[in-house]
């Protein structure tokens, strides 16, 4: 037992200073426990309120993705720019080091792969909570195809999920799935992430419309994070993020258009800089190429320093 408190100092319980309120700084996330929040605290930057993701989970179902055929060596290096990291289990036990202090979003639910034609459409929940929990994982990822056929099953496992993300204070990411008969438009959007942020999920994930993305974002009451989709020159892809972000977007998740990138490091520094410090397009792409220019140079620096060593 601490031994009794002996001080002959006043006590002083400020009675003057009102007991503080504090609000927290993701949008409709207010009422979340403690844990809930300290894990949202990690995969968002609270100084912007906004994140960085860097998706590598694409491996689940496409199998070695063009730039993932060795996460050690192509994934590994980026993690450190990364805010979060969206991976399956398989690949952040494997392949990315214990020591890696960022936050990680595990992909949480699995189907069919890409052999079947209705792939991400017909999925379960593949990863057991204890697994989550033994993982340290910050955010369960699952999919929710909202108007496909297996519509009820998606939403089912969903609900599901937040459920036992509640119980154990660990944020469920819903990932807007696109069938190849959907309208990939502001209604279809809308509709999409309202839902799952109706059916309790603490974040969405979504695709950028060039047509009514900002009320896609204010008609969602919680943070919504872009996803990146197919590769795009790197400028196109900027601009995206931009637009995303001014429109109300709280983050990106970007996996091609980084890892598949002429310089994938260049371009996460460049994508933070859209996301985190308010840069324009121009503005980020001439980082990117100033940076591609360097990582260049250096490169060739190596290179010519190990061939004069392997000459003596």
């Not at 994938?264 to 100033?290: G, W």
Request: aromatic share 8%; net charge neutral; hydrophobic share 40%.
């Amino acid at each position: 037992m601490p031994g009794a408190d002996t001080s002959t100092k006043e006590k002083n319980f400020y009675t003057d200073i009102p007991a503080a309120k504090h609000s927290f700084f993701l949008k409709g996330l207010d009422q979340y426990d403690w844990g809930m929040q300290s894990r949202l605290s990690r995969m968002f930057n609270p100084k912007s309120g906004h994140t960085v993701m860097l998706a590598f989970d694409h491996g689940y179902a496409y199998g070695p993705t063009t730039g993932l055929e060795r996460l050690d060596v192509t994934i590994a290096p980026l993690a450190p720019y990364a805010d979060c990291l969206m991976c399956a289990r398989g690949a952040l036990r494997s392949c990315i080091p214990s020591d890696c202090d960022k936050a990680v979003a595990m992909r949480c639910s699995a189907g069919t792969t890409i052999l079947d034609e209705n792939v991400f459409v017909n999925e379960c929940i593949g990863v057991d909570i204890e697994e989550v929990i033994r993982m340290n994982v910050t955010c369960m990822a699952v999919q929710v195809c909202i108007g496909s056929d297996n519509e009820r099953n998606n939403i089912e496992n969903f609900v599901k999920l937040v459920d036992l993300g509640n119980k154990y204070g660990i944020p469920v990411l819903g990932v807007t799935a696109v069938g190849k008969n959907m309208a990939r438009d502001k209604r279809y959007f809308g509709l999409a992430t309202r839902i799952i942020a109706e059916l309790g999920g603490h974040l969405v994930k979504t695709y950028f419309v060039e047509d009514g993305f900002e009320d896609v974002a204010a008609g969602c009451p919680v943070p919504i994070v872009i996803a990146g989709g197919k590769k795009l020159p790197e400028k196109d892809a900027l601009t995206m993020a931009y637009k995303a972000i001014q429109q109300g977007a709280a983050g990106v998740d970007m996996g091609r258009n980084v890892f598949q990138s002429e310089d994938p490091i260049a371009m996460i520094k460049a994508i933070r800089s859209v996301v985190h410090e308010n840069a324009t397009p121009n503005q980020a792409y001439e980082l990117f190429c100033d940076l591609k220019a360097e990582n260049a140079k250096a490169a060739k620096a190596v290179k010519r320093a190990k061939t004069t060593k392997a000459k003596k």
